[in-house]
């Protein structure tokens, strides 16, 4: 589910960026060609428009399971505010321990919800650009249509952002590449209730 | 569209032997698995070498156009019929409304009302064909609503002229019929789905801000609706036609979706 999330995330970032440059919102930030999917607005719509449901379908499968089975509860709660500030201390000295990749830090677990939550936000904002007429209740809730269209390219950012960090990190600590690759340890549920 | 194997006297009845299939099923496996991570590779070195060539190949335009089909369909599905646009006050309009076309506006060629004529084809009861003067005295309703382009930018326009619906049943269009499709005198055309031209925001207008509309925005005659995207509204039409064909339109012709509904 990460690799189709991270797919479609990838598509979805680089064909928006195309879309993004036919009215830019901000007149001295505009996408390099280069790094855009699609051939004109039109190709990068059409790539945006099929990507959406890729990430949609499979973001859905993940909440899904992620809820269901507990994984959330178990790998990504609770966050306490003086763990994250203790990882973060540790990491400023170089003593992050990176023994158990199995188990999430606190920044982590902090980055992961996020991400998480940064990523439904933008489906919603999504929706609210697509459909600002058909879904105007919801379309509402972003001001006006370019605020819908601020959002949504707010949330992009910070996705983009998300990722670089996170891929940063992941290359700092290789043995976790092969974990993602893998799907990594197999855990055992009853040492990982204990934490 | 696949289609059952039809009986045929040539066709083996029990079809062709599959157990040497089923006795080498492991390596059959292991090949197919071995050509997809192949052809996963090689995708991937050829996205880094060529850019974004591999976007343009035959297949993957094939998978585009099939899932902004489907995508018109989902649409379709989602479309209100009764539901309205957000409208807004006359203090929000603005003047003069923001040109779009396939060409600059220094190249519009202003249309000669005296000339010009509405032609009506298609599924149509009484098909004469209507001066600028019969479509003025027909009755005028006001909307102001936003307009959003599919490049990103919006404004809130005031447009008036005959609700689109009460036009159609004037003609005695066939309202069951599937597309309504335009013709434009710079060789623009387009064409919605019959829900859309039906729905209360639909205009065919003749004013903007209570003034006869100028030419750049589509005088004498332009599509106005609340629920698509602004290239869906074609402007100096001179010809509609409901029909059960589908036309397509000029930008959608050219791989943007067809539906655009907003």
Redesign the interface.
Known sequence: MHWVNALAMILMILSGWAIYNDSVIFGWLHIPHWITIGAGPEGALQWHYFAMWILMINGLCYLVYGFATGRFRRKLLPIYPRDVIATVRDAMRFRLGHDDITHYNAVQKLLYVGVIAVIIVQVISGFAVWKPVQLSELAVLFGSFQGARLVHFIGMALIVGFLVVHVMLAVTVPKTIGAMLTGGPVVDDDSNDKH | MHKAPSRSLFRPKNGVDQSVLQEHKALVDDINRRKILRGAVSLGALTMLT??DV??SDAVQS???R??QF?DRVQAA???PD?L??TFSEAEVVKPPRFNAYYDIEDIVPIDVAKWKLELAGKIENKKSWTAQEIYALPEQEWII?H???????YIGQWSGVNFRLFLERIGADLTAKYVSFKCADDYYGSIDMATALHPQTILATKYAREPITDPFGFPLRLRT??KLGFKNPKWITAIEVTNEYRGGY?ED????WFA??
């Not at chain 2, 050219?254 to 979706?257: H, L, P, S």
């Open positions: 850019g974004c976007t343009r998978v585009l156009k899932v902004s995508n989602l479309f209100r539901h646009a957000p936003r959003v382009c599919v490049e990103g930018w919006d609340a629920t930008w050219r791989g943007f979706n509904g907003i």
